[in-house]
């Protein structure tokens, strides 16, 4: 069975930094490609950012882009989220999820097959 960990959220006041990891057991790490999203209050899931297996390839939304890192270890079994310049906006629960097509960074969260729990992150003002 697949489980993803998230853990590093937190309190972060508009213009911090903040690290995200994801820890992924129970499958071949580098058999997959990983995402985060995002949800804030009532509103819809949104994607953050992606990478492929071999972290070779990245993918974000305009809204993230420049602030946002993806990264990964493979011998960690862990994915990370860099996030720089926080602002309000970016309070949600952070999720990150995993796809068993290891060579694509997909942005849509019907590919990805298993999700963690998440991690509630909150910007100060």
């Known amino acids: 069975q697949v489980q993803l960990v998230e853990s590093g959220g937190g309190l972060v006041q508009a213009g911090g930094s903040l690290r995200l990891s994801c820890a992924v057991s129970?499958?071949?790490?580098?058999?997959?490609?990983m995402g985060w999203f995002r949800q804030a209050p009532g509103k819809e899931r949104d994607f953050v950012a992606s990478?492929?297996?071999?972290?070779?390839?990245?993918n974000y939304p305009n809204s993230v882009k420049g602030r946002f890192t993806v990264s990964r270890d493979n011998a960690k079994n862990t994915v990370y989220l860099q996030r720089n310049s926080l602002k309000p906006e970016d309070t949600a629960v952070y999720y990150c999820?995993?796809?068993?097509?290891?060579?694509?960074?997909?942005?849509?969260?019907?590919?990805?097959?298993?999700w963690g729990q998440g991690t509630q992150v909150t910007g100060s003002s």
């Open positions: 129970g499958r071949t790490f580098s058999t997959l490609s």
């Open positions: 999820a995993a796809d068993r097509i290891p060579a694509f960074a997909s942005a849509d969260l019907r590919a990805y097959d298993y």
């Open positions: 990478i492929t297996w071999s972290g070779s390839s990245t």
